[in-house]
């Protein structure tokens, strides 16, 4: 793992999930999700790449916040959008 400049401006202790049962937007739209990751600046939960649509990447587009973490049981991978990297 590498690291970057945005995970030493990263919020501690790491934000609580903002819905801790899915993918907010799905939620809301009644759309399903493959994986989910969480925001490490605000707590947001949004659904991978490999989910149709795609919610935690629209989530940093529209937000900038640049750090997610897998938010699947046994995974503790962070990725930074901005570097493009595993951190």
Do not use: N, Y
Not at 23 to 38: I, P
């Amino acid at each position: 793992m590498s690291t970057c400049e945005h995970v030493a401006h990263l919020p501690a202790p790491e934000p609580a999930p903002g819905t801790p049962e899915g993918c907010k937007e799905c939620l809301e739209q009644g759309t399903r999700w493959v994986h989910l990751r969480l925001c490490l600046d605000c707590g947001h939960v949004g659904c991978c790449d490999s989910s149709p649509m795609r919610h935690a990447s629209h989530h940093f587009e529209g937000s900038g916040h640049p750090v997610i973490r897998s938010f699947q049981p046994g995974e503790h991978w962070r990725w930074c959008f901005v570097d493009e990297q595993i951190v």
